[in-house]
């Protein structure tokens, strides 16, 4: 871990293309040693492309990569480990039923056939007390908070004796302390010199408190680069976006009164394993409301939607719809106009094989004028639909009859909003609507949203980004261990008590 | 009549460990092969062609032990067969399993259709009853040393299957093969692998069905042990160890009828030997609710996924 420095990466003129797509297009990078360098861009800047070209898991059509000046060839990801390169992915990697122990032990190049689980533990507890951070070596994967699971990824490579750490949004699922104290710790690392750190990021912020350089991607260009010193936050943000794109505030429309369209109360509900993840929920939506649910993922949030979208059955407590008792009937839903829009859609309200069209027509496939007296189906009146529908919500490919599950995510999105925005909607449940989506999807994602709320639909928001919270929102409550714990306004609210709120320290 | 009711329980005993032991071995290969991530629903298969091998080559080289290890080759051969179609792309295990249970049944019937009249050397018991002057404690103590070998297969596989990187291996492509192979893990050679050591199980578990209880050939010999296995090993929670207790229970369970029919308690007979079954029904519907998953279930398992 001490010999010498970290070594010096460079990629010159990377080209990599996808058939007719051109993902990366003569870029250039260099990771100096002992740096904290953060590559920056949208989702799909071709950022995720580039590190792979590093990684060994694509081969570039052109360009080379140095290492100390020297040309190597990286062909796979094990290579990548040989030279010292780690890298730590979005989706974790750990085995979840097995204990932190297992995992770092069953990622080591070569194992003895008979494990001695006691020197393991020795030496890996020795090599922890060196570390900035600490995990407990006997807990299971699946017990730890994701800021753990993120810690025990990076002590893996560091494990490795890995020199250069590459890290794919690593504080995308960690609240802002986490993702301050995670990134501290590997800012301290770099300026002793054990490290070279290159975080791919689209969080201005973190790049600005963190790092020391910062290279730009847009559509798979090279934009630029330089010390972060050098550069302000609003002159990365247009980097990284272009120009012609800036958020726009969204309008909102006040409504004089306040009637409580959606209540919730005493809500208790049990996961998959028989643990009770929501305890004693109380929560009141009122009409042309956003109500924004923060939290880290995991304190029971995927389960409310999950009871609300009719897909999982609460233990105890009441659901009332405009003062009505509610179970997540076809009927009752249609009754009450409540719609879903859950995370990960496609997995979880599409069926990928069938088309657009009829995901499309899923809620209402049944009645008129898709249906001749109730039960055949008019495939015509479908497609019919369904083109409306495409248009007015600008999916794509426009095609009525491609099956979903070729179309990208954000596109997928759009669909299953436009499905589910298409009748009138009372109750709105939305949870990470704009996860893995561009900045345009996202923006127009969002105004959907927001223009939904404007004809007085009660808008719930489970999300992991507070970010897109607070912007969306209304009011914001946060959720943590299956308890809403804090309420704020979100024009009132300071992101560092919410912090304090999402991980349980409010003290 | 007291003595009579001591006896139930000592046959109980008896029949837990003589009955229970084509279930531990079947069992613990199912365990393996599970814990590798595939299912294989054709070991009922491989239990009857084990059941017939052993009993040929018993008879044709007059040593049921050679029949034994021949029983667990050909059981071998059919897991290895199972996997090896089960790693091509989109195929599904269970369907495979349901042929290669129709496949080892009928194959091991056409084979065996000459081994049903004659009578093959059988495999010796040991005789552990000898202090004792009770003749029920004395025939309940006559064991088969095949149960004391899955006693020592079952605790060293579970050791193995913690404590050595093979066993390490075969978790991290049971739990998750994409893991398995960001680490560089052959996934399909690891289930292949495990398939094959279940079934090599598997085919011993029905070499004790023909050489030792009940000792003869026929094509009613298995009443469904190698499906069985399934709910023994999620009642077992896939352990190894845990196999041995689930196997002894089932088989005290199946010694039940006989045993109370011993001391004249006739009523009920039919029901009374069904009550494995009845278990096997149970376990499944307990354990497999839509609103929860099983604790300690390999996560790459189809039916879990």
Known sequence: ?507 | MEVGWWGVLIAVLGGAIRIGTPFLFVSLGECLTEKSGRINLGLEGTLVMGAMTGYAVSLHSGSPWLGVLCAGLAGMVLGALHSWLCSFQRVNDIAVGIAMMLFGTGLAFFLGKPYIQPSAPRLPSIDLGGWSDVPQLKAALQINALFLIGIVVAVVLGWMLKNTAWGLKVRVVGESADAARALGLPVDRIRILSTAQGGFLAGIGGSYLSLYYPFNWSEGLSSGQGLMAVALVIFARWQPVGCLWVSLLWGGAAALGPSLQSVGVTGGYYIFNAIPYIMTLAVMIITCSPRRTLVGVPHELTVTR
């Not at chain 1, 490290?195 to 020391?212: N, P, Q």
């Not at chain 1, 120009?243 to 409504?255: F, G, H, I, N």
């Open chain 1, 1 to 507: 871990m001490t010999d010498g420095v970290p070594p010096d990466l460079q990629a010159l003129g990377i080209t990599k293309r996808f058939g007719p797509l051109v993902a990366l297009k003569d870029v250039h990078f260099h990771l100096r040693s002992g740096q904290f360098h953060a590559l920056l861009g949208e989702n799909g800047a071709g950022k995720s492309t580039l590190v792979k070209c590093i990684m060994g898991y694509y081969h570039p059509d052109e360009g080379k990569l140095l290492l100390d000046q020297q040309p190597v060839t990286i062909r796979s990801p094990r290579d990548a480990q040989t030279f010292g390169i780690g890298m730590v992915y979005q989706q974790f990697t750990l085995i979840p039923n097995m204990t932190v122990l297992e995992n770092l032990v069953i990622s080591k190049a070569k194992l003895t056939s008979v494990i001695n689980w006691q020197q393991e533990e020795q030496q890996l507890t020795q090599f922890m007390e060196k570390m900035p951070f600490k995990v407990s070596l006997s807990a299971r994967v699946s017990s730890l908070a994701a800021g753990e699971k993120q810690k025990v990824e990076i002590l893996k490579q560091l494990a490795l004796r890995n020199r250069i750490l590459i890290l794919d949004e690593p504080t995308s699922v960690l609240t802002p302390q986490e993702a301050d104290e995670v990134l501290g710790h590997l800012r301290a690392m770099t300026l002793a010199q054990q490290v070279s750190v290159l975080i791919i990021t689209h969080k201005l912020r973190e790049v600005a408190a963190f790092a020391d350089e910062v290279t730009v991607l847009r559509k798979g260009q090279f934009v630029g680069s330089g010390n972060v010193s050098e550069l302000n936050v609003s002159q990365m943000a247009e980097m990284m976006v272009g120009s012609e794109v800036t958020a726009k505030p969204k309008q909102r429309t006040v409504l004089s009164k306040k009637v409580p369209k959606l209540v919730l109360q005493d809500i208790r509900v049990k996961d998959d394993i028989g643990v009770e993840v929501v305890r004693g929920l109380h929560l009141t939506i009122h009409e042309g409301e956003i109500v924004g649910v923060a939290g880290v993922s995991g304190n029971g949030q995927r389960e409310l939607v999950e009871i609300l979208s009719g897909q999982r059955q609460t233990t105890s407590g009441t659901i009332r719809v405009q003062d009505q008792p509610f179970q997540p009937t076809r009927e009752k839903i249609m009754r009450h106009k409540i719609f879903c829009l859950p995370e990960e859609p496609l997995q979880n309200t599409c069926v990928g094989r069938m088309t657009v069209a009829e995901n499309l027509a899923f809620r209402n496939f049944d009645r008129q004028p898709h249906a001749v007296g109730g039960w055949l189906i008019s495939r015509p009146a479908l497609r019919q639909s369904a083109i409306a529908l495409i248009e007015r919500y600008n999916i794509k490919p426009p095609y009525p009859d491609t099956p979903i599950q070729s179309l990208s995510g954000g596109n997928i999105q759009r669909a299953v909003l436009a499905r589910e925005l298409s009748a009138e909607v009372e109750i709105l449940i939305i949870a990470n609507p704009c996860f893995g989506l561009d900045f345009l999807a996202m923006e127009e994602i969002r105004l959907q949203i927001v223009a939904a709320r404007n004809h007085g639909t009660a808008v719930l928001l489970v999300s992991e980004d507070l970010d897109e919270i607070l912007e969306l929102s209304d009011r914001t409550v946060v959720m943590f261990n299956g308890q809403l714990v804090y309420e704020t306004t979100s024009s009132g609210a300071d992101l560092a008590i919410i912090g304090r709120h999402m991980t349980g320290h409010t003290t």
